[in-house]
Every structure is written in C-alpha cells, then in structure tokens.
C-alpha cells in the first residue's frame, strides 16, 4: 500500500533553514505529481508546494514564494522541501502527498519556527 514518510523538521530560529525530505512506496512515484502541505496550529491542511511527475514544474503558495523550494528524486522516490528564510507562522506539521490522488497521510514532521 502507499506509504509516504516525511522525516527532517525540527526547532529552528527565525531566518534560519530546514529540508524535509519524504520518502514513498508503494506506487509508481515517477507518474505522479507530489506535494508539501503545511497544518499549522489551529488551522486546516494546506498546500504549500507542488512539483510535476517530471520534476520540470513548481508551484508554490504566496506564503512560501522566494522562500521555499520543492525538489524531488524519482531515482528515489523521494521529494525534498529546502526552506530558507523561515519565519514564524511556518510552524506547523509538514506532510507530504499527492495532490492529484490524495493518499493517506504519513504522520508528518513538526517544523517549529521561535527564538
């Protein structure tokens, strides 16, 4: 079954970086377009990045834009999230999935942004 296990948040100070990673299994990783969601306390799920199944397209919300940047490795099967300049309100629990075929969720990575 689709597996999808995000690993690399942590505590870290404003202005300072992380990369999260995600690997997957159980699907052909490859065909699919993959995305980062961010649950920020008391708020809904959102979609904060996208990338095409080739890799070749981005899309970001107005949130991350400049800041942010989605990568992926279909050798293996693995998409990454490098965030720089973090503020706070990226706090949040960071998943991953696919936005075209939602699978179910991993339990994601905490990010807490706070000096």
């Known amino acids: 079954q689709v597996q999808l296990v995000e690993s690399g948040g942590g505590l870290v100070q404003p202005g300072g970086s992380l990369r999260l990673s995600c690997a997957a299994s159980g699907f052909t990783f490859s065909i699919y377009g993959m995305g980062w969601y961010r649950q920020a306390p008391g708020k809904q799920r959102e979609l904060v990045a996208a990338?095409?199944?080739?890799?070749?397209?981005?899309n970001y919300a107005d949130s991350v834009k400049g800041r942010f940047t989605i990568s992926r490795d279909n050798a293996k099967n693995t998409v990454y999230l490098q965030m720089n300049s973090l503020k706070p309100e990226d706090t949040g629990i960071y998943y991953c999935?696919?936005?075209?075929?939602?699978?179910?969720w991993g339990q994601g990575t905490q990010v807490t942004v706070s000096s």
């Open positions: 999935n696919r936005p075209t075929a939602v699978a179910n």
């Open positions: 990338i095409s199944s080739s890799g070749g397209s981005t």
